[in-house]
């Protein structure tokens, strides 16, 4: 196993599945691993309220890329967090993550007759498996959220309602769906189907139960 570097993107799921396993158990020790896990990754990997790529085990060097992917599991973990221990500590942190990532992943443009379109900025990792993360983390974040902030599912609602109908007649997306770029050779990815159809079905859960 390369334990070369320490990355987001491996630290933050594995504190949603120790964080989960304890929702489902009530052991203690999944809780305490979770949270050691969040608490880690907060405090080596957050830059201005985004969490950076990776740390270099030997050297500590940082990558400072920022990718959806990092953003989404740890809102989502944070969600978790402070829905399971009610420290006000886990909200605020989370809170200013999602706001953060509303400039870093969108954009809000004006068109000619003066309305405004929601865009997702372009980045070749904002793949449809990421935007499927995102969406599921801002609905756990609704759920826990006690203002009720609609906004970013509100911006990312924006984006999905425009790419509805950009499937093939096939009923796939590509793999960068939303994200302006395109891989025809790969149109059939299932991580990219599953990654699209996890989007929409968390927008009709928020649209239907939640908001």
């Known amino acids: 196993m390369d334990r070369s ?3 987001a993107c491996s630290n933050a799921p594995a504190a949603i599945a120790f964080l989960l396993a304890y929702q489902c158990t009530g052991n203690e020790e999944y809780l305490d691993k979770g949270r050691q896990i969040y608490d880690w990754v907060n405090s080596a990997l957050r830059e201005d309220d985004l969490f950076i ?3 270099v085990a ?3 060097e940082k990558n400072h890329w920022k990718g959806v992917y990092n953003q989404a599991t740890m809102i989502y973990a944070g969600s978790l967090l402070y829905e399971i221990t009610g420290d006000e500590a886990y909200y605020d942190l989370t809170r200013r993550t999602v706001n953060a990532t509303l400039g870093l992943m969108f954009s809000e443009e004006q068109t000619e ?3 405004s379109v929601i865009r997702m900025n372009g980045n070749p990792i904002y793949k449809a498996w990421c935007v499927g993360w995102l969406a599921r983390s801002y609905v756990k974040f609704f759920e826990t ?3 009720k902030d609609t906004k970013p599912m509100e911006m990312l609602e924006a984006v999905l309602d425009r790419e509805l109908l950009t499937g093939t007649e ?4 590509d793999p960068f769906f939303c994200s302006g770029y395109e891989d025809p050779d790969n149109a059939a990815e299932l991580l990219a189907q599953c990654g699209v159809a996890s989007a929409f079905l968390c927008a009709a859960y928020y649209d239907v139960f939640l908001k």
């Open 5 to 7: 570097s320490k990355n």
């Open 53 to 55: 790529d990776n740390i």
């Open 58 to 60: 030997a050297t500590g």
């Open 113 to 115: 007759d003066g309305s």
């Open 145 to 147: 959220d006690p203002t």
């Open 170 to 173: 096939d009923g796939l997306y």
